[in-house]
């Protein structure tokens, strides 16, 4: 959990330094979104392709490399003097963590037995779900107080205690020392790389570039859905394929997969809107919108503990319905903000938000991975966490595109009903005419000056309906996520 936790931090503590990285690297905010768009690019390549690895070279020794890497290339991007040098240095940073993610899964779940898969799923669940949250906060707190760089200079001496923990304690299990150790699937691994890359870039550049109206966004999601056909027909078919797609046939993985898609959508998507909502509306310098989001994992790890001692003697089905209607709940009482609300009406919505993710997190795996083969763990482990990234780029993406497209819808309505005969609207412009003439502005000019404080007040009130929209859309795709939680088959729960 240890490198994990450095990985799933990293995805995220950058976001809040990309100002102050593009400033100091000479660079535009545009080619700054590159040192967040090369290292999930390369991440998702490597999550799926983590398993083939794993029996070519052996999972501990895959395991210290990737740890190496990682760690490594954080040196690298904090001693980075262009823009290009960082962006390679983010790249080789995303292949060492991209491995990182489903090898400590498969490692925990192989490990204890499945009495006690429960406890370590928390403990494993706490790196993914609260690394984060914490991210921003800790991101924003480390640029202003010292310098971007430290973002990643931070993650040595994690690296180095991990890898020295790895080194100790990691074995590779019988059945890898026995496994295939062939030849790479060029064309498969090729395929797959190509179509996880266009995904990303359509999903990171297209509200930039107004989503299919660009006709290099339209070339691009072909190439990705065209590569998607042919990398499924060659896993398919190939004696050895790099990601083995029959695990899917499992119906208790295939409904797991989807929901853990599902929920990335979900908690990316929040956790991306709260703060932008904090600081674009209400104003909220970069920590004090932190410290409205950081007890979201407070709850988290609270839920954890709760959740490891209740797996082993509850359904998980039942713990499951339950998450995903305290986080439905939570995520609809945030569709209720409005300007004047306190950080009070934030912090518990949030941490009823936070207090789900441990009732969705740790049952939610097990269920998952419950009917698996212990042999089959590795290879669903990476395709599991590759969902969940994928959902929550998706997430963010759609997020991100109905903000601005709803908030110009919102202000287009609520224009068309403000006009000079309405009384409310006439008398309000007459009364803040009436203070900036009192600060010295003469008639036209306070006349003007009241007319632009009107469309501020309606571009707010736009973008706060916007925000509204969509806090009630994840909402209800929390509550949508309990009939199908109805779909998983049982788990024997064995010593």
């Not at 119906?251 to 979900?266: C, H, S």
């Amino acid at each position: 959990m240890t490198a994990t936790f450095m990985v799933v931090l990293d995805s995220s503590v950058a976001n809040v330094a990309l100002p102050h990285i593009a400033g100091n690297l000479s660079a535009s905010t545009d080619e700054a979104t590159w040192v967040l768009t090369s290292y999930l690019v390369s991440n998702a390549i490597m999550l799926p392709a983590t398993s083939w690895i794993t029996r070519r070279i052996g999972r501990r020794r895959l395991l210290m490399i990737s740890i190496l890497l990682f760690t490594g290339a954080s040196m690298l991007c904090g001693m980075a003097i262009t823009m290009p040098m960082l962006i390679v240095a983010r790249i080789l940073q995303g292949i060492g963590g991209g491995g990182m993610q489903p090898l400590a899964q498969s490692i925990l779940l192989e490990s204890f037995p499945p009495s006690q898969h429960g406890k370590a799923m928390a403990v494993y669940g706490t790196g993914i779900v609260v690394a984060p949250v914490i991210g921003p906060t800790l991101g924003g707190w480390i640029t202003d107080s010292y310098s971007w760089r430290w973002i990643f200079y931070i993650n040595l001496p994690v690296g180095i205690l991990a890898l020295f923990l790895v080194s100790v304690f990691v074995e590779d299990p019988p059945y890898l020392k026995a496994a295939f150790r062939g030849t790479i699937d060029a064309l498969g691994f090729g395929l797959m790389a190509l179509w996880l890359g266009t995904l990303q870039l359509v999903l990171d550049k297209g509200q930039e570039s107004d989503w299919f109206g660009a006709d290099w966004i339209c070339w691009t999601a072909a190439v990705s859905v065209v590569a998607l056909v042919a990398f499924v027909a060659r896993e398919l078919t190939h004696k050895e394929p790099i990601v083995q797609l029959h695990v899917l046939l499992n119906r208790n993985f295939a409904v797991g997969t989807i929901i853990t898609g599902l929920y990335g959508f979900v908690l990316y998507s929040s956790t991306a809107l709260l703060p932008l909502f904090l600081q674009t509306l209400l104003g909220y310098p970069a920590l004090d919108s932190g410290l409205a989001v950081s007890p979201r994992g407070v709850g988290s790890m609270l839920s954890m503990i709760v959740a490891g001692m209740l797996a082993s003697r509850v359904d998980g089905r039942l713990l499951l319905m339950l998450g995903f209607f305290i986080q439905g709940v939570s995520t609809l009482m945030l569709s209720h903000v409005n300007l004047g609300i306190s950080m009070t009406s934030v912090i518990v919505p949030n941490v009823l938000n936070g207090f789900a993710s441990g009732f969705i997190f740790v049952p939610l795996t097990m269920m998952a991975m419950g009917r698996l083969r212990k042999q089959e763990i590795g290879n669903a482990a990476g395709i599991y966490n590759l969902v969940r990234n994928i959902g929550g780029s998706i997430g963010i993406a759609t997020a991100t595109a109905l903000l601005v497209r709803k908030g110009q819808a919102h202000q287009t309505y609520l224009a068309a009903n403000l006009t000079a005969s309405d009384s409310v609207a006439g008398g309000v412009i007459r009364g803040l005419e009436g203070k900036m003439m009192l600060a010295g502005s003469d008639a036209f000019s306070a006349h003007q000056q009241a007319l632009g404080a009107i469309y501020r007040m309606v571009q707010q009130q736009a973008s706060l309906l916007a925000y509204v929209d969509n806090f009630r859309l994840l909402g209800f795709m929390s509550l949508l996520c309990i009939p199908i939680v109805l779909l998983f088959q049982g788990v024997r729960k064995q010593p």
